[in-house]
């Protein structure tokens, strides 16, 4: 199994980012994929998941900026990031449980910064 997190970077407050994470290794399409965020010196949060089903969920603070969706022929699943806050900044990794181990990406920084 893998997880390759991709689209991180520096952006202004206000600004948005796409981030990607390609998956390979399992069915892709009838597991729930997860995107995390961990900022420095702070705990790693739960911010977006997405069922096979194609059900969300969403962290409050990002709720109605953040969108997350996946794509599975192309088995990668996005996390759209809109108006993008300082609070933001974090490396974000996306993971997913397979045959009862959780697999984790490699993280992506989003910086959001003027």
């Given at each position: 199994?893998?997880?390759?997190?991709?689209?991180?970077?520096?952006?202004?407050?206000?600004?948005?980012?796409?981030?990607s994470c390609?998956?390979?290794?399992?069915?892709?399409?009838?597991?729930?994929?997860?995107?995390?965020?961990?900022?420095?010196?702070?705990?790693?949060?739960?911010?977006?998941?997405?069922?096979?089903?194609?059900?969300?969920?969403?962290?409050?603070?990002?709720?109605?900026?953040?969108t997350i969706?996946?794509?599975?022929?192309?088995?990668?699943?996005?996390?759209?990031?809109?108006?993008?806050?300082?609070?933001?900044?974090?490396?974000?990794?996306?993971?997913?449980?397979?045959?009862?181990?959780?697999?984790?990406?490699?993280?992506?920084?989003?910086?959001?910064?003027?």
């Amino acid at each position: 199994v893998q997880l390759q997190a991709s689209g991180g970077g520096l952006v202004q407050p206000g600004g948005s980012l796409r981030l990607s994470c390609k998956a390979s290794g399992f069915n892709f399409s009838t597991n729930t994929v997860n995107w995390y965020r961990q900022a420095p010196g702070k705990q790693r949060e739960l911010v977006a998941t997405i069922r096979s089903s194609g059900s969300t969920d969403y962290l409050d603070s990002v709720k109605g900026r953040f969108t997350i969706s996946r794509d599975n022929v192309r088995r990668t699943v996005y996390l759209q990031m809109n108006s993008l806050k300082p609070e933001d900044t974090a490396v974000y990794h996306c993971n997913t449980d397979f045959r009862a181990r959780t697999y984790w990406g490699q993280g992506t920084l989003v910086t959001v910064s003027s």
